[in-house]
């Protein structure tokens, strides 16, 4: 099975600040690639999916990249609302596996 | 609007067993794949069982295959996962999530609680 690895597994940053997140697939995904969005208590919610399409209502400060086995999530100007847990998802095949996820905090 | 509605969780001792439903609606069922994820206490997210959308094939993690199965009942609008023999590290927030064919999940449930404890 392909694995999904993220890092950082946490990071702090300042507002206004970019933040990248990185997601290494153990094999060729293509670009059949999601990230979530998971606020504290809260639903995940899709952020992005065919590695860089933006979900409808999403911020345009979120872009994503990549294709392959490496992939990228940033936010190009940090928000206090952005503090939440982010998550990779390969769906080019079963099993549709996440990354480890990524908990991103405001200093 | 779509929504996705779970239900069925609850207190369970170990080697027992539950059915959980994920009631769609504003949509319909058959038209999509669906999946169940679960996340463990203040663990990260982990997909559990996927099936087509006619329901002719199924998916499982190894970790729950041979004791979980999932299933569909379009009629309803319904989604199942039958847990048995369910173990401590079951433990987790159950959710309901449609696959957008080949674009990952778009819609998720609320969630429901599944804990295994003696």
């Known amino acids: 099975d392909i694995q999904m690895t993220q890092s950082p597994s946490s990071l702090s940053a300042s507002v206004g600040d970019r933040v990248t997140i990185t997601c290494r697939a153990s094999q060729d995904i293509s670009n059949h690639l999601a990230w979530y969005q998971q606020k504290p208590g809260k639903v995940p919610e899709r952020l992005i999916y065919g590695t860089s399409t933006l979900q409808s209502g999403v911020p345009s400060r979120f872009s994503g990249s990549g294709s392959g086995t490496e992939f990228t999530l940033i936010i190009s100007s940090l928000q206090p609302e952005d503090v939440a847990t982010y998550y990779c998802q390969k769906y080019n095949s079963v099993p549709l596996t996440f990354g480890g996820g990524t908990r991103v905090e405001v200093k | 609007e779509v929504q996705l509605a779970e239900s069925g969780g609850g207190l369970v001792q170990p080697g027992g067993s539950l059915r959980l439903s994920c009631a769609g609606s504003?949509?319909?069922?058959?038209?999509?794949?669906m999946s169940w994820v679960r996340q463990a206490p203040g663990k990260g997210l982990e997909w559990v069982s996927g099936i087509s959308h006619k329901g002719d094939s199924t998916y499982y993690a190894d970790s729950v295959k041979g004791r979980f199965t999932i299933s569909r009942d379009n009629s309803k609008n319904t989604l199942y996962l039958q847990l048995n023999t369910l173990r401590a590290d079951d433990t987790a927030v159950y959710y309901c999530?449609?696959?957008?064919?080949?674009?990952?999940?778009?819609?998720w449930g609320q969630g429901t609680l599944v804990t295994v404890s003696s």
């Open positions: 999530a449609r696959d957008c064919w080949s674009c990952g999940f778009d819609y």
């Open positions: 504003g949509f319909i069922l058959s038209s999509h794949a």
